[in-house]
């Protein structure tokens, strides 16, 4: 059983370091900011997923109606939203 949840678990660590997310470059983080700020929102982290999808992520933004997530693919678009 201990050697059973030992693999469990570095297979859980080396698959969450393969999916980590990257900084968005300084460029692409203005791109997100303003894509944010035409929905009256601001501030948060970003994010860049390293999959390959192309995907920014805007977490923690500061709304009127509360705190959201935002999701926007490629070309800064915002696809989802999400109450945080």
């Known amino acids: 059983m201990k050697r059973m949840f030992a693999v469990v678990a570095a297979v859980a ?6 999916f980590a997310d990257d900084k968005p470059t300084d460029d692409e983080a203005a791109k997100i900011k303003e894509a944010v700020a035409a929905w009256g929102c601001e ?3 970003y994010e860049k ?4 999808t192309g995907v920014f992520e805007a ?17 800064f678009n915002v ?6």
């Open 59 to 75: 977490e923690d933004v500061k709304c009127k109606a509360g705190q959201y997530d935002f999701r926007l693919d490629k070309d």
């Open 49 to 52: 997923e390293t999959e390959g």
């Open 13 to 18: 660590l080396c698959t969450g370091a393969a």
């Open 43 to 45: 501030g948060g982290s």
């Open 79 to 84: 696809f989802v939203i999400t109450k945080d």
